[in-house]
């Protein structure tokens, strides 16, 4: 059974850089379409970057796109998200999730079934 591991979170500065890390076990992640999403205190869980099972397609929210980068390693069964130029609005709960088909496009929470634990960001001076 998948299960997901989400790591590199923490409190940065605005303007500096996190690399999260979604770590999979139980099997092997080349099955899954895999996306980051993001909760902050008081609001809706939101797509912020998915990515599709071979990695050659990968859908942004506006609100990241040119500062955020998703990639993954199938060989590692790891995905990443680069971020950079974090603001303080980048504040909250980010979670790795995983599911099938071309949902990486639309990258909606509800298409996607397993989830991991998620790491904390905080963006602050």
């Known amino acids: 059974q998948l299960q997901l591991v989400e790591s590199g979170g923490g409190l940065v500065q605005p303007g500096g850089s996190l690399r999260l890390s979604c770590a999979a076990s139980?099997?092997?992640?080349?099955?899954?379409?895999i996306g980051w999403f993001r909760q902050a205190p008081g609001k809706e869980r939101e797509g912020v970057s998915c990515?599709?099972?071979?990695?050659?397609?990968?859908g942004y929210a506006h609100s990241v796109k040119g500062r955020f980068t998703i990639s993954r390693d199938n060989a590692k069964n790891t995905v990443y998200l680069q971020m950079n130029s974090l603001k303080p609005e980048d504040t909250a709960v980010y979670y790795c999730?995983?599911?099938?088909?071309?949902?990486?496009?639309?990258?909606?929470?509800?298409?996607?079934?397993?989830w991991g634990q998620g790491t904390q960001v905080t963006v602050s001076s």
């Open positions: 999730a995983a599911g099938y088909g071309s949902i990486w496009y639309t990258c909606r929470p509800s298409d996607f079934g397993s």
């Open positions: 139980g099997t092997t992640l080349d099955y899954y379409t």
């Open positions: 990515i599709s099972r071979n990695g050659d397609s990968a």
